[in-house]
Nanobody
């Protein structure tokens, strides 16, 4: 099972930006899809974005399209989530997750992933 550690969360004003990082140990770039999820208080965890092992398949939730960008640096075993034009409704704990797969594919569903980080808090407030 892979180990994942998120960082980069914090408090930001509406309209601001943050970049989250997810460092993956035991990372095998050819076979690992990564997803970003978030969970607001009292709500279910939801998919934000995911990226396939070869970068060619990327998925975004409708609520973040045009504002968030996912990318990966396999040399650093790190996946990033650049978040721009943040809104109060983006507030929550952000998690990254991984799934080993030989397919060039990623899935925005929570149940598809088998390793999770501990999460990093993002708060968007004035």
């Amino acid at each position: 099972q892979l180990q994942l550690v998120e960082s980069g969360g914090g408090l930001v004003q509406p309209g601001g930006s943050l970049r989250l990082s997810c460092v993956v140990s035991g990372f095998t770039s050819d076979y690992t899809a990564i997803g970003w999820f978030r969970q607001a208080p009292g709500k279910e965890r939801e998919g934000v974005s995911c990226i396939s092992s070869s970068d060619t398949r990327i998925n975004y939730a409708d609520s973040v399209k045009g504002r968030f960008t996912i990318s990966r640096d396999d040399a650093k075993n790190t996946v990033y989530l650049q978040m721009n034009s943040l809104k109060p409704e983006d507030t929550g704990v952000y998690y990254c997750a991984s799934r080993r797969t030989s397919y060039n594919f990623c899935n925005p569903n929570v149940a598809w992933y088998d390793s999770w980080g501990q999460g990093t808090q993002v708060t968007v407030s004035s």
